[in-house]
């Protein structure tokens, strides 16, 4: 089961510190049935609302993981109402990954509300709108544990593991913190690019005058006068 450079990262960022994992809007299931196979935690939960994707997986989860001693189960529900509650004294860890940050931000508001005294860790790698994604995690009083930016096949992806329970980590970065830090030469030209496409990207969505996006747009150019001063 061979995963993609975007799949790989979110597994690395997975640790053996809960009792449920869900993935969510799991399409094919490969991230999941990774975590099964090295046993990320003792129930694996997959979860998304297009029954022929469900019911294929749940035959080839009977087919490869039938004697697993890792407990798993197949939801096919929309991902807002994915049954925590059953388990509410126990970890979880929410993936959601390969969509957009508005419906990315709708399902996580509708998993935080329905369960308001659970904590919950969040595992997110949205495909666009990743500045408005944080602007609703900071609303909601997220923490973030971790965060990393990677790109595959030329695209760019912020991958964000954050918790409901704000105590729980650092606060969230408008723009990000730990993303434009480098360890390599390699990812200091991954965060030049990308720092450029995102400000090409407002800078165009500014002069179109359809909305004011200025303050997007400096909050940017100034991490990009740090990045500079420190080459």
Known sequence: MKLSKRLQQLDRMVF???????????????????LLSR?????????????????TLEEKLQQYFSNSPTAWTT???DV??????QQAKEKHLVI??????????????????????????FLLCPVHHQFSLRQQLI????????????????RFYEILLVSSNPNDGSKISPIGDKIWQAGSAEQAMVIKHYLGKTLNHYQRIQL???????????????????QHALI
């Open 16 to 34: 053996s510190s809960y009792q449920n994992i869900w993935d969510c809007c799991c399409d094919h299931g490969l991230l999941g049935m990774s």
């Open 39 to 55: 046993q990320a935690a003792p129930h694996i939960h997959f979860v998304d609302i297009v029954a022929d994707l469900m019911q």
């Open 75 to 77: 939801h096919c529900i």
């Open 80 to 85: 807002q109402n994915i049954p925590l509650a």
């Open 96 to 121: 959601i990954a390969g969509i957009g940050g508005d419906l990315m931000t709708k399902l996580i508001e509708g998993i935080y509300h329905n369960n308001p005294t659970i904590d919950i860790d």
């Open 139 to 154: 609303a909601l009083d997220f923490s973030l544990k971790n965060e990393v930016l990677i790109t595959e096949n030329k």
């Open 208 to 226: 179109s005058h359809r909305v004011n996006v200025q303050d997007i747009i400096d909050a940017y150019q100034t991490k990009q006068i740090q």
